[in-house]
Nanobody
C-alpha cells in the first residue's frame, strides 16, 4: 500500500519562509510526477507546483519566484520551499504523487500566514 505524508506546515509571519515535505512510502516502482496543491477556506483546491521525473518544474503564476519544488530520489521525498509568504498563501497544502500509473494523495498540512 502506498502512503503519501506531508509535513512542515505551521504558523508563519508574512514575509517568512517555510519548507514542506512530502514523503512516499510503500511499494512504488516509478514516480513520474510529484505535485503540490493547496486549498484555502471556501475555495477550490488549486495547483501550486509540480516536478516531473525530477527535472522539469512548473509553478502556478502567483508563486513563481517565491516557491521552489525539489525532489530527493533516494528518499522518495519532494519538498516545497516557500519564501516571501503572504496571508493569501494560507491553505491546507496537499501532495499528489503520480506513480505506476496511479494518483495518490496525502492528508494535507496546514500552512497559516499571519502576524
Amino acid at each position: 500500500q502506498v502512503q503519501v505524508v506531508e509535513s512542515g506546515g505551521t504558523l508563519v509571519q508574512p514575509g517568512g519562509s517555510l519548507r514542506l515535505s512530502c514523503a512516499v512510502s510503500g511499494r512504488v516502482f516509478t514516480i513520474y510526477a510529484m505535485r503540490w496543491y493547496r486549498q484555502a477556506p471556501g475555495k477550490q483546491r488549486e495547483f501550486v507546483a509540480q516536478i516531473v521525473s525530477g527535472a522539469s518544474a512548473n509553478y502556478e503564476d502567483s508563486v513563481k519566484g517565491r516557491f521552489t519544488i525539489s525532489r530527493d530520489f533516494a528518499k522518495d521525498t519532494a519538498y516545497l520551499q516557500m519564501s516571501s509568504l503572504k496571508p493569501e498563501d494560507t491553505a491546507i497544502y496537499y501532495c499528489n504523487v503520480f506513480a505506476d500509473g496511479l494518483d495518490y494523495w496525502g492528508q494535507g498540512t496546514q500552512v497559516t500566514i499571519s502576524s
